[in-house]
């Protein structure tokens, strides 16, 4: 599996167990900010994995 792969994989499982978590009150802290800030970094990571994925070497 290549790192970019791997990384996108991590941060979509962390922004899903803290989203999930934060609506049942477990993670009540936690601010609406770091939820997007996960979120985005989520997608970021998608289109960087995708961009690797169609580049040719």
Not at 19 to 30: D, N, S, Y
Request: net charge positive.
């Amino acid at each position: 599996m290549k790192p970019t792969t791997a990384a996108f994989l991590i941060l979509l499982g962390i922004t899903v167990t803290v989203w999930v978590m934060r609506g049942l009150g477990v993670l009540t802290f936690i601010p609406g900010g770091l939820l997007w800030i996960l979120l985005l970094g989520t997608v970021g990571a998608g289109v960087v994995d995708i961009v690797q994925k169609t580049r040719r070497w």
